[in-house]
């Protein structure tokens, strides 16, 4: 490193000998730091602690300001900034040296072949695992899945789905308003999604709606709040009654292992006729025993064929088209898949109950 020298002033006196050994004291430093050459980095901090540190050489040597007479303390000044300056501009270069060095040295000590560090793994939450196989099943039959915005307009949600203005659940009470946009709520089910595609697509329609929805409801081991449902929706040509039915044996079947179901009727707004359908448990064990209430049957899903005024309200010709639509709660399937005795289980993470589904795919 080339180093700017100052020379010795030549103007001193006799009588001031003992600040000229002030001046020398500093000239003697900055030789000794022009002649420093740190081979490591330990020797580096050695350097740094010895000119640089708070008890370092240049602290002391700017110490002396005080016995430097007015007229020198500008000289004096000059040459102890040149001093520092030199001195911070060497350790740091070879501050970047040495690092680069070690850098070097890491990276050619890495062994590629060693094994990694395992990782813990994480695993699907019981509701996805369920989703997916519902998904999957579906699938097979030709079904894609679409999706919607979970804050629904009132149209999509609940006209759009013929459901009248005087339904307790357009109440406030009992759906979940936005307060600041009028007539924005959280969807309560996915049929807004069903309402979505038939205004944008033509015929043939056949999809599924997975989600979350929300329902003002009182959370307890059975219900809660917010959960996911998934509908099925199938427009085309000549749709009966018949197409609904097996295709709901299909998915029972794949689902739950049974090969006995049931359609009992029912009503809902949006589909005209409607069905509650039940899968055949029987009452040989006292878990399903309990879990039908003696009966036998357990209801997983509701069903129907799509009102006409559906139909119409979306823009599909009623005359032409007929369909079909279903839909299920997904935390029921899981709660009986799992043998799971509370809903709130599914929203509470705890690591614990969670960890027990590891195993599932």
Not at 29 to 44: G, H, K, N, R, Y
Not at 81 to 100: D, G, M, P, W
Not at 215 to 222: A, L
Request: with cysteine; hydrophobic share 40%; proline share 5%.
């Amino acid at each position: 490193m080339r180093c700017r020298t100052i020379e010795h002033p030549e103007t001193l006196k006799p009588e001031t000998f003992f600040m000229s050994d002030i001046f020398e004291k500093a000239l003697q430093a900055q030789t000794a730091i022009a002649a420093e050459a740190p081979a490591t980095a330990e020797a580096l901090e050695v350097f740094r602690i010895q000119y640089l540190g708070s008890k370092g050489l240049l602290k002391s040597l700017m110490g002396e300001m005080a016995n430097v007479s007015n007229e020198r303390k500008r000289d004096y000044g000059q040459l102890m900034n040149t001093l520092k300056q030199e001195a911070e501009a060497k350790f740091q270069s070879l501050k970047v040296t040495f690092e680069a060095q070690a850098q070097s040295v890491d990276s050619l000590a890495l062994d590629l072949t060693a094994p990694g560090e395992p990782l813990a793994l994480g695993s699907r939450h019981p509701i996805a695992v369920t989703m997916n196989r519902i998904v999957e099943i579906f699938a097979r039959m030709g079904f894609s899945v679409a999706d919607g915005p979970e804050i629904e307009d009132d149209w999509h949600n609940f006209t759009a789905m013929n459901t009248p203005e005087d339904h307790p659940a357009r109440d406030m009470q009992d759906t979940f308003y936005v307060v600041d946009a009028p007539g924005m709520l959280l969807r309560t089910h996915t049929s807004p999604v069903q309402a979505r595609v038939m205004q944008r697509r033509e015929p043939p329609i056949r999809i599924i709606a997975p989600g979350r929805v929300y329902r003002n409801e009182t959370i307890s081991t059975r219900s809660h709040c917010q959960f996911h449902q998934v509908e099925g929706l199938y427009i085309d040509e000549g749709v009966s009654f018949a197409d609904l039915k097996q295709t709901l044996y299909y998915f029972a079947k794949e689902m739950f292992g049974t090969t006995k179901i049931r359609l009992r009727p029912s009503f809902f707004p949006f589909t005209e006729p409607s069905a509650e359908m039940d899968i055949w448990l029987g009452t040989e064990t006292e878990k399903n025993s309990r879990l039908t209430k003696g009966t036998g049957w357990l209801e997983i899903l509701g069903c129907g064929m799509v009102d006409p005024d559906v139909l119409e309200m979306c823009g599909i010709d009623s005359k032409k088209y007929s369909g079909f639509a279903f839909g299920m709660g997904i935390e029921r399937q899981a709660l009986r898949l799992y043998e799971i005795g509370d809903i709130r289980l599914l929203f509470e993470n705890d690591v614990r109950f969670l960890r027990q589904f590891e195993a599932a795919i």
